[in-house]
């Protein structure tokens, strides 16, 4: 009798336990999310490039904004080698016109290929976290800055640990490619209720979505 009443107590000794921590990161999300950014000259910006179209897109909105969005860490798959191409290029025209312009480069682990299948998508998604979160621990930016593509959704999910564990807030800033018109990426329904803003570039999303930043089409 002693062993069942010891049992049932360490039962709900862990049950109270699991019961804080979930009191916990509920208490931490709430504060990650309501954080009050403070005005500041520069900021660290983070950016999440893609193959293809992603990388043109994210390059492109770059393109308009200013030296105060400085140093840049760009972050990229570790088979991309046409975003790396995309962003030397890039920097270096971007170096002729401003006189101090800072950079970095780092890659990860492709978290999605294409027609990858969901469960498969799960394990290497984890797999990148492996990678992704010590990078972003090291670079704490400022500001994350992502378009759709598989890879910044570890990224994204890297800078929201950093706020729960109370180490920085990091804004989220997701801009859905001007391709979708109708319906979010996969990435987008993900990152729709994770970000702290959340950018479409057609009014249809902005009725479906209705959390969603409407500016018109931006790049």
Known sequence: MSFFFFMAGSLILAALGGGSVAVFIALRLWVVFHHQVVPRES?????????????????????????????????????????????????????????????????IPRSREVR??????VLTTLYSMLYSFPLTFRLKPDLVLCNGPGTCVPICLSALLLGILGIKKVIIVY????????????????????????????PTLKEKYPKSVYLGRIV
């Not at 801009?175 to 057609?202: N, P």
């Open 175 to 202: 801009v859905e490619s001007v391709c979708r018109v109708e319906t979010l990426s996969l990435s987008g329904k993900i990152l729709y209720y994770l970000s702290d803003y959340f950018v479409v570039q057609w």
């Open 43 to 107: 900021l660290s910006l983070l950016v999440v490039a893609g193959s293809g179209g992603h990388t043109t897109e994210i390059l492109r909105l770059l393109g308009n904004l200013s030296n105060a969005y400085s140093p840049r860490h760009y972050i990229f798959a570790d088979t991309d080698e046409m975003s790396a191409h995309k962003i030397r290029s890039f920097e270096l025209d971007r170096a002729e016109r401003y006189s101090s312009t800072m950079y970095t480069t780092d890659r």
């Open 116 to 121: 990858q299948s969901w469960l498969s998508t």
